[in-house]
Nanobody, 116 residues
Framework: QVRLVESGGGLVQAGASLRLSCAAS??????MGWFRQAPRKEREFVAA????????NYADAVKGRFTISRDTAKNTVYLQMDTLKPEDTAVYYC???????????WGQGTQVTVSS
């Protein structure tokens, strides 16, 4: 059974940092990523990392503030979020691509709230 379990969300003030974790089990993935969905908005891409090699990609809105990384031994992907802004408030979802065709597995989401 494939499972993606996120943790690390919370309520912080603007300028603070948070680190999200996503522990994966049940399958080997080619790419893992983070998406977010704010109230009344569509889900949007945040960051992704190629499992082999570690190449990364970021949305323009988070470049320079967020860092995606992975621990291959723990099968876990992280999202370090620094200099958080109120507009970063959203439910953050971990996602995994098992075969290179797109993100086909999703976590349950973790809430991140940034107060001004």
């Amino acid at each position: 059974q494939v499972r993606l379990v996120e943790s690390g969300g919370g309520l912080v003030q603007a300028g603070a940092s948070l680190r999200l974790s996503c522990a994966a089990s049940g399958l080997t993935f080619s790419t893992m990523g983070w998406f977010r969905q704010a109230p009344r908005k569509e889900r949007e891409f945040v960051a992704a990392i190629i499992w082999r090699g570690g190449s990364t990609n970021y949305a323009d809105a988070v470049k320079g503030r967020f860092t995606i990384s992975r621990d291959t031994a723990k099968n876990t992907v992280y999202l370090q979020m620094d200099t958080l802004k109120p507009e970063d408030t959203a439910v953050y979802y971990c996602a995994a691509d098992s075969d290179g065709s797109g993100f086909n597995f999703w976590g349950q989401g973790t809430q991140v709230t940034v107060s001004s």
